[in-house]
């Protein structure tokens, strides 16, 4: 993953591997093989068996039903509107995982001394601070009866808002929670790509009377672009999976599902209604749609590399 | 290209620089004539990258006065002046092709200027020239990271050419190449210096590239200038003895004469194979004789032979022994004598004429000069 993150364009090198060598890597990749069968792949493929399955998670798995889950989860219109906020959650997070966090790097890159370290250790804070926890100090914030957010809006008397559950906030205010970790990560592999960067570049475009922004613009910026593309696609696939602690603590996908999403809802689904073929069904159909998403993604990219 | 003689000249006075507690130049004086190639040389740390950064806008000057072709820039941006450079590590656009790294410039001019900037023809038609100019034709629409290091090279001068500047910098622009590409280069700079006809500052650490290469020389030594002039006059009459020793290879030789030192060449050595036994040297063959003492009269010393390198022409060695200079003495031979070659162990023969002498007070200054 580091090196996708380098701003430098170097082509991996494809190495001409004899047999023989072939033969000598098994053992080096044993190891890590077989935890990514039992760990990735094992229940990869164990969920799309139990997707044909009927079983509640209690006693042994039920007899085939086909594509019964399949059916019955199309049907409900629940897993349909969470994948409509799943895509939604993923549009909403792109800005905090890629603009947001590049332009803060940038401007802590651009001045390097004492503070610009102690404002990068402020804004990476979130990330190090336990999920739940950070979750349920937002549900004291934002309680509609005692928080300190009605508190504070309060004071320059605006009405008390009921941020959760109104359909109209709670979607925002999942996304600006989740968003303050989210930013705060990407900003640090923003970093990471700007400390490979080469300053001479700003200086040549300083002595071709780039201004400050043009060079941000037209020089810097550029060279951050595969960081920026891979930051996107992450945020796209795993959106759904960042808010999940917060949708869990502080809104459980109410109010009238505008929270929810497929991860949250795959949750559910297994685990308090027990529907485990159904969750598997709705897990297997994730995994399709964002890996034919990604493969395409890296087609795309490898087939305009080569011109 | 235009050629312009009024445009290029540059005069520092009393220029300094200084960063925290440590100078980096010290009341430096320097002109800088309009038209020449002019060399700044000097052990690292002597100031000469910070006097080009200086020179370019890119820092500045704590103290003290530049010109640039006759008018003060102390208060004028990097880009506003008529000075360009070309980087040590080249610093090209990564993420440009050579086309977009060599028009940028333009395009900015462009962009800032709608209606006097160049048009997008008259860029096409610079980047064409220029692209000519440098043999980068073919190259045009491939990124640095597909360039060798010689068209990397190219790329960055013509970056710093295409904008037509008065001042063309550049900070060791050799020194990232292999020593094939490097002669090569040496004479890609020199054409680019007499077809566009801007002043071209270089900085070196190497005195060799420096002799070979400048129309004037300056030698700089803890932030001043030691002495500039031509290569001729730094090499054949250097003003102190930091100069003697830095220009030329392999470095003078210098051993006390009274209350200072007298200095000699190798190069300057007549070498007789008389008492060598019949030893005869092919061409170019380096000889390092050993002396206890050097007499320059009569028939000059005796030194013995212990290390040889066949080199090609004379003056193409390039270690010049930094390290002690105090005991071992070099000398290039050139003259062939009969065809026995020379052995480690023979003894030759070392005559300095005394007007090949230079003498130096115990300040380390030229006496007579």
Redesign the interface.
């Known amino acids: 993953m580091t090196s996708l993150l380098t701003?430098?364009?170097?082509r991996g090198v494809a190495t001409s591997g004899s047999p023989r060598r072939g033969a000598r890597a098994w053992p080096y990749l044993t190891p890590v093989l077989a935890l990514l069968l039992v760990w990735v792949y094992g229940p990869a493929l164990f969920t799309g068996v139990l997707s044909f399955l009927e079983w509640n998670l209690t006693g042994a798995p039920g007899g085939f039903v086909g594509l019964d889950n399949y059916a019955r989860l199309f049907r409900e219109p629940e897993f349909g509107q969470a994948a409509g906020q799943t895509l939604l959650y993923a549009a909403a997070l792109l800005p905090f995982s890629t603009i947001i966090p590049m332009f803060l790097a940038i401007m802590l890159w651009q001045r390097p001394g004492r503070a610009s370290t102690v404002y990068r250790s402020l804004l990476f804070l979130p990330v190090m601070v336990a999920p739940v926890a950070v979750a349920v100090s937002w549900r004291f914030i934002l309680n509609p009866l005692q928080g300190l957010a009605n508190e504070t809006i309060a004071l320059v008397g605006l009405p008390p808002m009921n941020w959760l559950g109104d359909p109209a906030s709670a979607l925002i205010v999942i996304v600006i929670v989740t968003s303050a970790k989210v930013t705060a990560f990407n900003m640090l592999l923003y970093s990471a790509a700007l400390s490979t960067l080469?300053r001479?570049?700003l200086?040549?475009?300083?002595?071709?009377?780039?201004s400050a922004w043009?060079t941000t613009r037209?020089?810097v910026i550029?060279?951050l672009?595969r960081t920026t593309v891979l930051l996107g696609l992450l945020s796209i696939v795993l959106a759904g999976q960042w808010v999940f602690t917060n949708v869990s603590v502080l809104t459980q996908g109410g109010p009238d599902g505008v929270t929810d999403n497929v991860y949250y809802r795959i949750y559910t689904l297994g685990f308090e209604f027990f529907e485990t073929g159904m969750a598997s069904a709705a897990a297997a159909i994730v995994l399709l749609f964002f890996g034919i998403a990604s493969l395409g993604w890296v087609f795309l990219r490898r087939s305009r590399a080569r011109g | 290209m235009t050629t312009s003689t009024i445009a290029g000249d540059i005069q520092l006075v009393g220029l300094t620089k200084k960063y925290g507690a440590s100078t980096a130049l010290n009341a430096l004086d320097l002109h800088i004539p309009a038209g020449s190639l002019t060399v700044i040389v000097g052990p690292s740390g002597c100031g000469k990258s910070t006097l080009l950064r200086v020179l370019?806008?890119?820092e500045t000057a704590t103290d003290g006065e530049l010109l640039i072709g006759g008018l003060p820039v102390a208060g004028q941006?990097?880009?506003?002046r008529d000075?360009?450079?070309v980087?040590q590590?080249y610093?090209?656009?990564?993420?440009?092709t050579v086309a977009a790294n060599l028009s940028?410039?333009l395009r900015?001019?462009a962009?800032?200027d709608r209606r006097g900037g160049p048009s997008k023809a008259e860029i096409a038609q610079r980047v064409a020239q220029v692209g000519g100019l440098l043999g980068l034709d073919k190259l045009l629409h491939r990124?640095p990271?597909e360039l060798s290091g010689g068209q990397r090279q190219r790329v960055a001068l013509g970056?710093a050419i295409i904008?037509r500047p008065g001042v063309l910098l550049l900070d060791e622009p050799l020194s990232a190449l292999d020593s094939q590409l490097r002669a090569s280069a040496r004479g890609e700079i020199l054409r680019l210096h007499r077809e566009i006809g801007a002043t071209l500052v270089l900085v070196t650490h190497d005195q060799h590239e420096a002799l070979s290469m400048a129309t004037h020389l300056v030698v700089m030594d803890a932030g001043a200038v030691a002495q500039s002039g031509t290569p001729e006059e730094l090499f054949h009459a250097p003003a102190t003895e930091f100069v003697a020793t830095f220009v030329g290879s392999p470095a003078m030789n210098l051993q006390p004469e009274g209350d200072g030192r007298v200095g000699w060449r190798a190069s300057d050595a007549r070498i007789s194979m008389a008492d060598a036994a019949g030893a005869t040297t092919p061409d170019g063959l380096v000889v390092e004789g050993t002396t206890e003492t050097c007499e320059f009269t009569g028939d000059g010393q005796q030194v013995t032979v212990r290390t040889g390198e066949r080199v090609g022409e004379r003056g193409e060695r390039v270690d010049d022994r930094s390290g002690d200079r105090s005991g071992d003495r070099t000398f290039i031979i050139t003259q062939r004598e009969g065809e026995r070659w020379l052995r480690v162990g023979d003894p030759v023969r070392a005559v300095i004429p005394p007007s090949q002498l230079h003498h130096f007070d115990r300040n380390g200054l030229r006496r007579n000069a």
């Open positions: 701003p430098t364009p170097t080469d001479r570049t200086e040549a475009a300083r002595l071709e009377r780039a043009e037209f020089v550029p060279q672009n | 370019s806008g890119l941006d990097a880009g506003d000075v360009a450079m980087f590590d610093a090209l656009y990564p993420h440009m940028f410039g900015l001019q962009r800032h990124r990271a970056r904008r």
